[in-house]
């Protein structure tokens, strides 16, 4: 499976933009797919991640009241509608599936998640 992540630009304090992860080849339903972001001179963190089983939704705790992901099982993309943005959200966002057989907890850590989109630059000017 490939990722392209697309739907980065930039945005002024308090608006929105929506982040677009569209995956070619098959997702299999115990697979999760995840956002993550890393802001320049900053680790990589985790923003969200759905369970493309059961639609079930993970959220970092400083981001889970401004932004929703969400996914289209007929277009095999996921996204992240992101509202209230603020400067500190800028940043690249990468979105990545973590691929298992079997059912697994979600995860927080980027090195559970294999499979990487190259990543959109979200810039929030105040």
């Known amino acids: 499976v490939q990722l392209q992540a697309s739907g980065g630009g930039l945005a002024q304090a308090g608006g929105s933009l929506r982040l677009s992860c569209a995956a070619s080849?098959?997702?299999?339903?115990?697979?999760?797919i995840g956002w993550f972001r890393q802001a320049p001179g900053q680790e990589r963190e985790f923003v969200a991640a759905?369970?493309?089983?059961?639609?079930?939704?993970i959220y970092a705790d400083s981001m889970k009241d401004r932004f929703a992901i969400s996914r289209d099982n007929t277009k095999n993309t996921v996204y992240l509608q992101m509202n209230g943005l603020k400067p500190e959200d800028t940043a690249v966002y990468y979105c990545t599936t973590r691929r298992s057989r079997v059912a697994t907890p979600f995860s927080f850590f980027e090195s559970e998640y294999d499979v990487w989109g190259q990543g959109t630059q979200v810039t929030v000017s105040s």
């Open positions: 080849g098959d997702i299999f339903s115990n697979w999760h």
């Open positions: 759905i369970s493309w089983r059961n639609n079930k939704k």
